[in-house]
T-cell receptor, first 115, second 112 residues
Framework: DGGITQSPKYLFRKEGQNVTLSCEQN?????MYWYRQDPGQGLRLIYY???????QKGDIAEGYSVSREKKESFPLTVTSAQKNPTAFYLC??????????????FGPGTRLTVL | GENVEQHPSTLSVQEGDSAVIKCTYS??????FPWYKQELGKRPQLIID?????GEKKDQRIAVTLNKTAKHFSLHITETQPEDSAVYFC???????????FGKGTTLSVSS
């Protein structure tokens, strides 16, 4: 299961604090994604990036921010503006373009709990 | 944007029976449809996928069918085993520049 890593595995935060979740990949993938998983809600897209220094909002971007300064890294910041941040966060990456697989590879996830 | 509906939300079968999970999508431009399996506490993993130029694809006990006209696709698991118990997600992807949109998942329980 190598190739894409997330840290930390568990994260606890007090209300009103920002927190940054790490995601790194060594698969040389162009695209990276952040999803939030809640029970019964599936995987909901927060942000994605197809190229360094560029990213797009997903369906639930409010209260989150991202950066893509390096191809290998796509950190997610959960800000105090996110009203219900307790969830399981999954990062993924994939190749893009025609003639290549579009399979998304997922990291092991970070479980964030707001106290 | 794309919307993916998945049914049923839970499915219980006896070992050896078949299981079918169905998904519909809204964007007729979607051209890639993967299925992921997520075991408890683990990351989702791709089990099979299909592109819009293909109607059916099989891999041992798993098959996926696609009906572009009706905009629905289905996962078929034959001869189910207890280790097939997991949450299964379907997804759809539009043209280049878009991300996967997932269904809400189906919890499959296979009892022996």
């Amino acid at each position: 299961d190598g190739g894409i890593t997330q840290s930390p595995k568990y994260l606890f935060r007090k209300e009103g604090q920002n927190v940054t979740l790490s995601c790194e990949q060594n698969l040389n993938h162009d695209a990276m994604y952040w999803y939030r998983q809640d029970p019964g809600q599936g995987l909901r897209l927060i942000y994605y990036s197809q190229i360094v220094n560029d990213f797009q909002k997903g369906d639930i971007a409010e209260g989150y921010s991202v950066s893509r300064e390096k191809k290998e890294s796509f950190p997610l910041t959960v800000t105090s503006a996110q009203k219900n941040p307790t969830a399981f966060y999954l990062c993924a990456s994939s190749m893009i373009g025609t003639g290549v697989t579009n399979e998304q590879f997922f990291g092991p996830g970070t479980r964030l709990t707001v106290l | 944007g794309e919307n993916v509906e998945q049914h049923p939300s839970t499915l219980s079968v006896q070992e050896g029976d078949s299981a079918v999970i169905k998904c519909t999508y809204s964007d007729s431009a979607s051209n890639y449809f993967p299925w992921y399996k997520q075991e408890l506490g683990k990351r989702p993993q791709l089990i099979i996928d299909i592109r819009s130029n293909v109607g059916e694809k099989k891999d041992q006990r798993i098959a996926v069918t696609l009906n572009k006209t009706a905009k629905h696709f289905s996962l078929h698991i034959t001869e189910t085993q207890p280790e097939d118990s997991a949450v299964y997600f379907c997804a759809a992807k539009g043209q280049a520049g878009t991300a996967l949109i997932f269904g809400k998942g189906t919890t499959l329980s296979v009892s022996s």
